[in-house]
C-alpha cells in the first residue's frame, strides 16, 4: 500500500474515533454534572411520591384517568407519572440541559478551544444534540423504571384493562408503557431544538434556560387559547398527550405520527438555525 493510500484510509478512521469520542465525552459532560444527577433523582421520586398518596389515601377507582387506575393495578402508576410528568417536570428538565449546553461552554471559555478543535463546528453541534436526545430517552425511562418498582411493591399488578375496554397481558402492558416513554422522549426533541438553538446565542446559562423555559410557557398558554384553535395544530405541545392511544387496542397512530412529525419540524428548523449561528459565530 503507497503511502498516499494508508493515509486515505488512516483518515476516515481517525476521524470516526475522533467523533465517537466526543460523542461519548458530551455524554459524559451531560451525565456527569451535579444538576443532571440531582434531575434524575428528582424525576425518579415523582412516582415515589404518587404511588404513597394513593397508598395511604385508601382510596381506588376514586379518581379519573390514569390515577384511578393505579390502585388496583400498579402498571398503571408508569402512565401516570409520565403524563403528570410531562406539563411541567420533564420540560423543565429539557430546558435546564438544553439552554445549557452551548451556553455553559461558551461561560467557561471552553466553547472557542472545541470550536477550534479538529472535529469541526458542525460535529460539535450533533454532538450536543445527540446528548440532549439520549437525555430525553434517559428522564423519561427514569420515571418509567421507577414507577415499575415502586408500582409493582405498593399495588397489585395483573391484566391490563385498556381504554378502549380490551384487557391485555401483563407483557403487553409493559410493553405499551414502554412505548409510551418512548413516545414522551420524542415528543421532548422539539424543546431540546428549541433549547439548543436558544443557547447558541448567548454565553449565559441561566438566560439560555429562561428564554427557553419562557417559550415553552408561552406556547402553552397559546394552546389553551381557543380563540387562536386555527394555529393549535402547529405548536409545540399540542398533541403531546397522544400517548395515551397507545393503550386503546388497536392502538390509534394517526395523532402520534401527526405528533411525532411536528417535533421532527421544530427539531429540523431550531437544530438548522442552531448551524448557522455556530458556523457563522466569530471566535477570534
Known amino acids: 500500500m503507497s503511502p498516499s493510500s494508508a493515509v486515505a484510509v488512516a483518515g476516515p478512521v481517525s476521524a470516526g474515533r475522533h467523533t465517537l469520542g466526543l460523542f461519548r465525552s458530551e455524554l459524559r459532560l451531560v451525565f456527569g454534572r451535579a444538576r443532571t444527577q440531582v434531575g434524575l433523582g428528582v424525576l425518579a421520586a415523582v412516582p415515589l411520591l404518587i404511588g404513597i398518596a394513593i ?20 402498571l398503571f402508576l408508569i402512565v401516570a407519572s409520565l403524563g403528570l410528568s410531562l406539563p411541567f417536570f420533564l420540560p423543565t428538565a429539557v430546558t435546564v440541559i438544553s439552554g445549557e449546553s452551548l451556553a455553559g461552554e461558551s461561560s467557561l471559555g471552553t466553547l472557542r478551544v472545541m470550536l477550534t478543535a479538529p472535529a469541526g463546528r458542525s460535529r460539535l453541534l450533533a454532538a450536543k444534540m445527540v446528548a440532549l436526545a439520549v437525555f430525553c430517552l434517559a428522564a423519561t425511562m427514569t420515571i418509567w423504571v421507577s414507577g415499575l418498582i415502586v408500582g409493582f411493591v405498593l399495588f397489585p399488578v395483573g391484566d391490563v384493562l385498556l381504554l378502549s375496554g380490551t384487557t391485555v397481558s401483563l407483557g403487553d402492558g409493559l410493553l405499551r408503557a414502554l412505548g409510551i416513554a418512548v413516545v414522551i422522549s420524542l415528543s421532548l426533541l422539539g424543546l431540546a431544538g428549541i433549547g ?18 419562557g417559550t415553552f ?57 442552531a448551524w448557522a449561528r455556530i458556523t457563522s459565530r466569530d471566535i477570534t
Open 217 to 273: 410557557i408561552v406556547l402553552g398558554i397559546m394552546t389553551a387559547i381557543p380563540q387562536i384553535h386555527v394555529i393549535h395544530p402547529w405548536l409545540l405541545m399540542y398533541r403531546w398527550s397522544s400517548f395515551a392511544d397507545l393503550l386503546r387496542d388497536p392502538p390509534y397512530w394517526h395523532d402520534i405520527g401527526l405528533n411525532l412529525l411536528l417535533q421532527a419540524g421544530y427539531l429540523a428548523v431550531f437544530y438548522t438555525a
Open 196 to 213: 439548543l438553538f436558544v443557547s447558541s446565542l448567548t454565553s449565559t446559562p441561566l438566560a439560555a434556560m429562561a428564554a427557553t423555559f
Open 55 to 74: 397508598k395511604l389515601s385508601g382510596s381506588e377507582g376514586g379518581t379519573e384517568g390514569f390515577l384511578g387506575q393505579v390502585a388496583g393495578n400498579g
